[in-house]
Protein backbone atom coordinates (compact mmCIF):
# COMPACT_ATOMS: atom_id res chain seq x y z
CA UNK A 1 0.00 0.00 0.00
CA UNK A 2 0.97 3.36 -0.98
CA UNK A 3 1.42 5.84 1.84
CA UNK A 4 -1.59 7.91 1.69
CA UNK A 5 -1.00 10.82 3.35
CA UNK A 6 2.70 10.85 0.78
CA UNK A 7 2.24 14.35 -0.81
CA UNK A 8 4.31 13.02 -3.37
CA UNK A 9 1.34 11.60 -5.06
CA UNK A 10 -0.69 15.06 -5.39
CA UNK A 11 -1.85 16.13 -8.08
CA UNK A 12 -1.72 19.93 -8.04
CA UNK A 13 -2.92 22.23 -11.03
CA UNK A 14 -2.40 25.94 -10.93
CA UNK A 15 -3.61 28.62 -13.25
CA UNK A 16 -4.54 25.49 -15.76
CA UNK A 17 -6.39 26.64 -18.82
CA UNK A 18 -7.21 25.85 -22.42
CA UNK A 19 -8.31 27.78 -25.10
CA UNK A 20 -8.43 26.84 -28.75
CA UNK A 21 -8.80 29.72 -30.84
CA UNK A 22 -11.83 31.93 -29.29
CA UNK A 23 -13.00 29.24 -27.70
CA UNK A 24 -11.90 28.52 -23.64
CA UNK A 25 -12.30 24.90 -23.04
CA UNK A 26 -11.02 25.31 -19.36
CA UNK A 27 -10.89 28.62 -17.75
CA UNK A 28 -7.84 28.94 -15.53
CA UNK A 29 -8.75 26.68 -12.35
CA UNK A 30 -6.41 25.73 -9.59
CA UNK A 31 -7.73 22.21 -8.07
CA UNK A 32 -5.59 19.77 -5.90
CA UNK A 33 -6.14 15.92 -5.92
CA UNK A 34 -4.87 14.56 -2.99
CA UNK A 35 -2.33 11.05 -2.62
CA UNK A 36 -4.51 8.00 -2.63
CA UNK A 37 -7.71 9.64 -3.23
CA UNK A 38 -10.66 8.93 -5.03
CA UNK A 39 -11.72 12.29 -7.36
CA UNK A 40 -14.33 12.93 -9.82
CA UNK A 41 -14.82 15.69 -12.41
CA UNK A 42 -18.06 15.31 -13.19
CA UNK A 43 -20.00 17.36 -15.29
CA UNK A 44 -22.24 17.30 -19.27
CA UNK A 45 -20.66 16.81 -22.38
CA UNK A 46 -18.09 19.65 -23.20
CA UNK A 47 -17.71 20.74 -19.48
CA UNK A 48 -14.05 20.93 -19.96
CA UNK A 49 -13.88 17.67 -17.61
CA UNK A 50 -12.40 15.60 -20.37
CA UNK A 51 -10.01 18.08 -21.48
CA UNK A 52 -8.73 18.77 -17.81
CA UNK A 53 -7.78 15.29 -17.59
CA UNK A 54 -5.97 15.39 -20.64
CA UNK A 55 -3.97 18.01 -19.71
CA UNK A 56 -2.64 15.90 -16.26
CA UNK A 57 -2.02 12.85 -18.79
CA UNK A 58 0.06 15.31 -20.88
CA UNK A 59 -2.15 14.26 -24.35
CA UNK A 60 -3.33 18.55 -24.28
CA UNK A 61 -1.06 21.09 -23.46
CA UNK A 62 -2.32 23.68 -21.16
CA UNK A 63 -2.96 27.20 -22.65
CA UNK A 64 -0.93 28.33 -19.62
CA UNK A 65 -0.64 27.53 -15.94
CA UNK A 66 1.05 24.05 -14.30
CA UNK A 67 0.44 20.47 -13.77
CA UNK A 68 2.17 19.05 -10.80
CA UNK A 69 2.53 15.62 -9.71
CA UNK A 70 4.18 16.28 -5.97
CA UNK A 71 7.05 18.82 -6.35
CA UNK A 72 7.58 17.74 -10.02
CA UNK A 73 6.58 20.28 -12.82
CA UNK A 74 5.50 17.76 -15.28
CA UNK A 75 3.77 20.57 -17.57
CA UNK A 76 6.25 20.16 -20.34
CA UNK A 77 6.93 16.21 -20.30
CA UNK A 78 5.36 14.22 -22.79
CA UNK A 79 2.70 11.39 -21.53
CA UNK A 80 5.27 8.49 -21.29
CA UNK A 81 7.71 10.59 -18.86
CA UNK A 82 4.81 11.26 -16.30
CA UNK A 83 3.88 8.70 -13.50
CA UNK A 84 0.66 8.48 -15.02
CA UNK A 85 -2.03 6.01 -17.07
CA UNK A 86 -5.12 6.67 -18.69
CA UNK A 87 -7.66 4.35 -19.55
CA UNK A 88 -10.39 4.85 -21.98
CA UNK A 89 -13.65 4.13 -22.45
CA UNK A 90 -12.42 2.26 -25.65
CA UNK A 91 -10.61 0.52 -23.43
CA UNK A 92 -7.76 0.15 -26.31
CA UNK A 93 -6.83 -3.73 -25.68
CA UNK A 94 -4.95 -5.48 -28.35
CA UNK A 95 -7.09 -8.26 -30.05
CA UNK A 96 -4.13 -10.25 -31.19
CA UNK A 97 -2.44 -10.86 -27.48
CA UNK A 98 -4.20 -13.15 -24.78
CA UNK A 99 -5.06 -11.28 -21.39
CA UNK A 100 -2.18 -12.34 -19.89
CA UNK A 101 0.42 -11.01 -22.74
CA UNK A 102 -2.18 -7.48 -22.44
CA UNK A 103 -1.43 -7.11 -19.47
CA UNK A 104 2.41 -7.90 -19.54
CA UNK A 105 3.11 -4.98 -22.48
CA UNK A 106 3.92 -2.35 -20.21
CA UNK A 107 6.54 -4.55 -18.52
CA UNK A 108 7.85 -5.97 -21.83
CA UNK A 109 7.87 -3.01 -23.50
CA UNK A 110 10.63 -1.40 -20.99
CA UNK A 111 12.41 -4.84 -21.08
CA UNK A 112 11.74 -6.81 -18.23
CA UNK A 113 12.11 -10.50 -18.66
CA UNK A 114 10.49 -12.09 -16.30
CA UNK A 115 7.01 -10.43 -15.57
CA UNK A 116 4.77 -13.43 -14.18
CA UNK A 117 4.62 -12.77 -11.10
CA UNK A 118 3.42 -9.55 -11.59
CA UNK A 119 0.78 -10.54 -14.04
CA UNK A 120 -0.35 -12.95 -11.51
CA UNK A 121 -0.57 -10.25 -9.15
CA UNK A 122 -2.15 -7.69 -11.00
CA UNK A 123 -4.87 -10.73 -12.55
CA UNK A 124 -5.80 -11.27 -9.14
CA UNK A 125 -6.28 -8.19 -7.88
CA UNK A 126 -9.00 -7.35 -10.63
CA UNK A 127 -10.22 -11.21 -10.14
CA UNK A 128 -9.64 -12.13 -13.76
CA UNK A 129 -6.58 -15.46 -12.83
CA UNK A 130 -8.83 -17.76 -14.58
CA UNK A 131 -8.95 -15.94 -18.19
CA UNK A 132 -5.62 -15.21 -18.55
CA UNK A 133 -4.87 -17.22 -21.88
CA UNK A 134 -8.45 -16.10 -23.10
CA UNK A 135 -8.52 -13.16 -25.96
CA UNK A 136 -10.10 -10.08 -25.46
CA UNK A 137 -13.37 -10.77 -27.23
CA UNK A 138 -13.96 -13.51 -25.46
CA UNK A 139 -14.92 -11.80 -22.16
CA UNK A 140 -17.59 -9.47 -20.85
CA UNK A 141 -17.35 -5.36 -21.09
CA UNK A 142 -17.13 -5.45 -17.20
CA UNK A 143 -14.17 -7.48 -17.67
CA UNK A 144 -12.67 -6.23 -20.82
CA UNK A 145 -12.38 -3.05 -18.49
CA UNK A 146 -10.83 -4.48 -15.80
CA UNK A 147 -8.13 -5.95 -18.22
CA UNK A 148 -7.68 -2.30 -19.47
CA UNK A 149 -7.55 -1.14 -15.81
CA UNK A 150 -4.81 -4.18 -14.85
CA UNK A 151 -2.48 -2.89 -17.68
CA UNK A 152 -2.27 0.81 -16.44
CA UNK A 153 -1.38 -0.39 -12.59
CA UNK A 154 1.12 -2.45 -13.35
CA UNK A 155 3.28 -0.05 -13.94
CA UNK A 156 2.82 1.55 -10.83
CA UNK A 157 1.77 4.77 -11.98
CA UNK A 158 1.42 7.62 -9.50
CA UNK A 159 -2.26 8.65 -11.12
CA UNK A 160 -4.98 5.99 -12.33
CA UNK A 161 -6.75 8.47 -14.76
CA UNK A 162 -10.26 7.15 -15.69
CA UNK A 163 -11.81 8.92 -18.70
CA UNK A 164 -15.70 7.71 -18.80
CA UNK A 165 -14.40 4.05 -17.94
CA UNK A 166 -17.90 2.60 -17.77
CA UNK A 167 -19.58 4.63 -20.50
CA UNK A 168 -20.02 1.71 -22.36
CA UNK A 169 -21.45 -0.93 -20.00
CA UNK A 170 -25.57 -1.60 -19.55
CA UNK A 171 -26.72 -0.12 -16.41
CA UNK A 172 -26.10 -3.41 -13.73
CA UNK A 173 -22.78 -3.95 -14.94
CA UNK A 174 -21.91 -0.32 -14.77
CA UNK A 175 -23.16 -0.64 -10.86
CA UNK A 176 -20.94 -3.77 -10.45
CA UNK A 177 -18.09 -1.85 -11.95
CA UNK A 178 -18.32 0.96 -9.68
CA UNK A 179 -18.14 -1.13 -6.91
CA UNK A 180 -15.42 -3.29 -8.20
CA UNK A 181 -13.53 0.39 -9.18
CA UNK A 182 -13.48 0.95 -5.63
CA UNK A 183 -12.21 -2.12 -4.13
CA UNK A 184 -9.46 -1.90 -6.47
CA UNK A 185 -8.48 1.50 -5.74
CA UNK A 186 -8.52 1.03 -1.92
CA UNK A 187 -6.47 -1.96 -2.30
CA UNK A 188 -4.18 -0.62 -4.69
CA UNK A 189 -3.68 2.71 -2.52
CA UNK A 190 -3.18 4.72 -5.32
CA UNK A 191 -4.75 8.39 -6.75
CA UNK A 192 -7.66 7.72 -9.25
CA UNK A 193 -8.81 10.51 -11.17
CA UNK A 194 -12.49 9.83 -13.11
CA UNK A 195 -14.00 11.67 -15.95
CA UNK A 196 -17.73 11.20 -16.04
CA UNK A 197 -21.11 12.42 -16.92
CA UNK A 198 -23.10 10.20 -14.56
CA UNK A 199 -23.77 11.52 -10.86
CA UNK A 200 -24.34 8.11 -9.47
CA UNK A 201 -21.30 6.97 -10.67
CA UNK A 202 -19.56 9.88 -9.29
CA UNK A 203 -21.07 9.82 -5.97
CA UNK A 204 -21.00 6.20 -5.49
CA UNK A 205 -17.36 5.80 -5.79
CA UNK A 206 -15.61 9.22 -5.45
CA UNK A 207 -14.03 10.79 -1.82
CA UNK A 208 -14.52 14.57 -3.47
CA UNK A 209 -16.49 15.26 -6.72
CA UNK A 210 -15.64 18.30 -8.44
CA UNK A 211 -18.46 19.53 -10.31
CA UNK A 212 -17.64 21.34 -13.31
CA UNK A 213 -19.70 23.95 -15.72
CA UNK A 214 -18.78 25.73 -19.07
CA UNK A 215 -15.19 24.94 -17.87
CA UNK A 216 -14.90 26.02 -14.35
CA UNK A 217 -15.12 24.28 -11.31
CA UNK A 218 -18.85 24.79 -9.89
CA UNK A 219 -17.93 23.12 -6.26
CA UNK A 220 -15.76 21.51 -4.94
CA UNK A 221 -16.97 18.42 -1.96
CA UNK A 222 -17.67 15.18 -0.84
CA UNK A 223 -21.10 13.42 -2.50
CA UNK A 224 -22.69 14.20 0.82
CA UNK A 225 -21.60 18.06 1.32
CA UNK A 226 -22.48 19.09 -2.60
CA UNK A 227 -25.50 17.23 -2.22
CA UNK A 228 -26.95 18.45 1.02
CA UNK A 229 -25.50 21.95 0.51
CA UNK A 230 -25.23 23.05 -3.14
CA UNK A 231 -23.98 26.53 -3.43
CA UNK A 232 -25.73 26.98 -6.96
CA UNK A 233 -28.56 26.39 -8.78
CA UNK A 234 -26.58 24.21 -11.25
CA UNK A 235 -25.20 21.77 -9.11
CA UNK A 236 -28.52 21.58 -6.91
CA UNK A 237 -30.39 20.42 -10.13
CA UNK A 238 -27.55 18.56 -11.62
CA UNK A 239 -27.05 16.33 -8.30
CA UNK A 240 -30.68 15.40 -8.04
CA UNK A 241 -33.77 17.13 -8.41
CA UNK A 242 -34.11 20.06 -6.43
CA UNK A 243 -37.46 22.74 -5.69
CA UNK A 244 -36.89 26.57 -5.65
CA UNK A 245 -39.61 28.84 -3.95
CA UNK A 246 -38.61 32.46 -5.05
CA UNK A 247 -39.05 34.89 -1.40
CA UNK A 248 -38.03 37.57 0.33
CA UNK A 249 -36.63 37.95 3.31
CA UNK A 250 -38.72 39.18 6.30
CA UNK A 251 -36.68 39.19 9.66
CA UNK A 252 -34.30 37.11 11.85
CA UNK A 253 -35.46 34.42 14.41
CA UNK A 254 -32.44 33.43 16.54
CA UNK A 255 -30.19 31.26 14.19
CA UNK A 256 -32.74 31.06 11.10
CA UNK A 257 -33.97 33.41 8.53
CA UNK A 258 -37.51 34.20 8.47
CA UNK A 259 -38.90 34.08 4.89
CA UNK A 260 -41.77 35.49 3.19
CA UNK A 261 -43.47 33.79 0.20
CA UNK A 262 -47.03 33.43 -1.07
CA UNK A 263 -48.70 34.34 2.35
CA UNK A 264 -46.64 32.20 4.21
CA UNK A 265 -43.66 32.29 6.25
CA UNK A 266 -40.82 29.70 5.35
CA UNK A 267 -37.45 29.25 8.05
CA UNK A 268 -33.96 28.77 6.85
CA UNK A 269 -31.10 28.21 8.65
CA UNK A 270 -28.47 31.63 8.55
CA UNK A 271 -25.43 28.78 7.58
CA UNK A 272 -27.17 27.00 5.41
CA UNK A 273 -28.07 30.60 3.08
CA UNK A 274 -25.46 31.72 0.29
CA UNK A 275 -27.20 34.94 -0.65
CA UNK A 276 -27.49 38.19 1.30
CA UNK A 277 -30.09 38.50 4.17
CA UNK A 278 -31.05 41.77 4.22
CA UNK A 279 -34.59 42.47 4.80
CA UNK A 280 -36.62 42.42 1.82
CA UNK A 281 -33.45 40.87 -0.36
CA UNK A 282 -34.25 38.02 -2.43
CA UNK A 283 -33.76 34.62 -1.75
CA UNK A 284 -34.20 31.23 -3.65
CA UNK A 285 -35.35 28.45 -0.85
CA UNK A 286 -34.28 25.15 -2.08
CA UNK A 287 -35.82 22.07 -0.48
CA UNK A 288 -35.17 18.33 -1.58
CA UNK A 289 -38.24 15.68 -3.03
CA UNK A 290 -37.32 13.21 -0.48
CA UNK A 291 -37.26 15.84 2.56
CA UNK A 292 -40.60 16.31 1.94
CA UNK A 293 -43.53 14.87 3.87
CA UNK A 294 -47.06 14.93 2.10
CA UNK A 295 -50.60 15.33 4.78
CA UNK A 296 -53.92 15.31 3.05
CA UNK A 297 -55.31 18.96 3.98
CA UNK A 298 -57.89 17.66 6.23
CA UNK A 299 -55.10 16.24 8.66
CA UNK A 300 -53.17 19.71 8.39
CA UNK A 301 -54.02 20.04 12.25
CA UNK A 302 -51.70 17.04 13.01
CA UNK A 303 -48.61 18.49 11.25
CA UNK A 304 -46.52 18.86 14.00
CA UNK A 305 -45.57 22.54 15.15
CA UNK A 306 -41.86 24.16 13.88
CA UNK A 307 -42.22 22.96 10.41
CA UNK A 308 -41.81 24.40 7.30
CA UNK A 309 -45.14 24.54 5.33
CA UNK A 310 -46.89 25.18 1.86
CA UNK A 311 -50.41 24.27 1.00
CA UNK A 312 -51.16 23.00 -2.65
CA UNK A 313 -53.56 20.41 -5.06
CA UNK A 314 -51.53 17.38 -6.40
CA UNK A 315 -51.49 17.45 -10.27
CA UNK A 316 -49.57 14.15 -10.90
CA UNK A 317 -48.35 11.39 -9.16
CA UNK A 318 -46.39 7.94 -10.32
CA UNK A 319 -45.93 4.73 -8.63
CA UNK A 320 -42.57 3.76 -8.62
CA UNK A 321 -42.09 0.71 -6.78
CA UNK A 322 -40.11 2.18 -3.75
CA UNK A 323 -41.66 5.40 -3.65
CA UNK A 324 -44.30 7.34 -5.20
CA UNK A 325 -43.50 10.51 -7.04
CA UNK A 326 -45.93 13.52 -6.98
CA UNK A 327 -46.08 16.83 -8.44
CA UNK A 328 -47.95 19.22 -6.60
CA UNK A 329 -49.45 22.62 -7.84
CA UNK A 330 -48.85 25.25 -5.66
CA UNK A 331 -49.07 29.27 -5.20
CA UNK A 332 -45.33 29.57 -5.07
CA UNK A 333 -44.02 26.89 -6.83
CA UNK A 334 -45.75 25.17 -10.05
CA UNK A 335 -44.32 22.41 -9.96
CA UNK A 336 -43.26 21.15 -6.34
CA UNK A 337 -42.14 17.33 -6.74
CA UNK A 338 -42.05 15.05 -3.43
CA UNK A 339 -41.40 11.38 -3.23
CA UNK A 340 -42.71 9.74 -0.21
CA UNK A 341 -41.52 6.10 0.27
CA UNK A 342 -44.33 3.57 0.22
CA UNK A 343 -44.84 2.40 3.91
CA UNK A 344 -48.18 3.53 4.28
CA UNK A 345 -49.87 5.04 1.36
CA UNK A 346 -52.61 7.14 1.95
CA UNK A 347 -55.46 6.52 -0.42
CA UNK A 348 -56.61 9.92 -0.54
CA UNK A 349 -53.74 11.17 -1.99
CA UNK A 350 -54.45 11.21 -5.88
CA UNK A 351 -54.45 13.95 -8.62
CA UNK A 352 -56.81 16.65 -7.76
CA UNK A 353 -56.36 16.30 -3.68
CA UNK A 354 -55.52 19.36 -1.31
CA UNK A 355 -52.30 18.77 0.49
CA UNK A 356 -49.88 20.08 3.07
CA UNK A 357 -46.03 19.86 1.72
CA UNK A 358 -44.06 20.05 5.01
CA UNK A 359 -40.50 19.42 5.79
CA UNK A 360 -38.20 20.06 8.73
CA UNK A 361 -36.53 23.90 8.79
CA UNK A 362 -32.59 21.85 8.81
CA UNK A 363 -33.27 20.80 5.42
CA UNK A 364 -33.76 23.78 3.44
CA UNK A 365 -30.80 25.87 1.44
CA UNK A 366 -30.82 29.27 0.13
CA UNK A 367 -29.23 30.72 -2.73
CA UNK A 368 -29.15 33.77 -4.34
CA UNK A 369 -32.46 34.69 -6.60
CA UNK A 370 -30.67 36.14 -9.72
CA UNK A 371 -29.23 32.66 -10.64
CA UNK A 372 -31.41 30.50 -13.14
CA UNK A 373 -33.64 28.10 -11.34
CA UNK A 374 -33.44 25.63 -13.84
CA UNK A 375 -29.23 25.81 -14.40
CA UNK A 376 -28.23 22.22 -14.34
CA UNK A 377 -31.57 20.43 -15.53
CA UNK A 378 -30.54 17.69 -17.94
CA UNK A 379 -32.72 18.41 -21.20
CA UNK A 380 -34.69 15.21 -21.90
CA UNK A 381 -33.27 13.50 -25.57
Known amino acids: MTNQTDPTGDVRLTGISKTYGAFTAVHPLDLTVPQGSFFALLGASGCGKTTTLRMIAGLEEPSSGTVFLGDQDVTALPPYKRPVNTVFQSYALFPHLDIFENVAFGLRRRGWKSVKKQVEEMLDLVQLGEQARKKPHQLSGGQQQRVAVARALINHPKVLLLDEPLGALDLKLRRQMQLELKRIQTEVGITFIHVTHDQEEAMTMADTVAVMNAGRVEQLGTPADLYENPRTTFVANFLGTSNFIEAEVDSKSGDDIVLKAGGGKLLLPEARC?????????????????????????????????????????????????????????????????????????????PGAEVVLHWNPAHTFGLDATQDADAGVEEAA
Do not use: M
Not at 294 to 318: K, M, V, Y
Not at 336 to 341: D, H
Open 274 to 350: GAPTTTGGKVLVGVRPEKISLTHADDAGEIPEGRNRITGRIADSSFIGVSTQYVVDSPVCADFEVYAQNLDRDPRLV
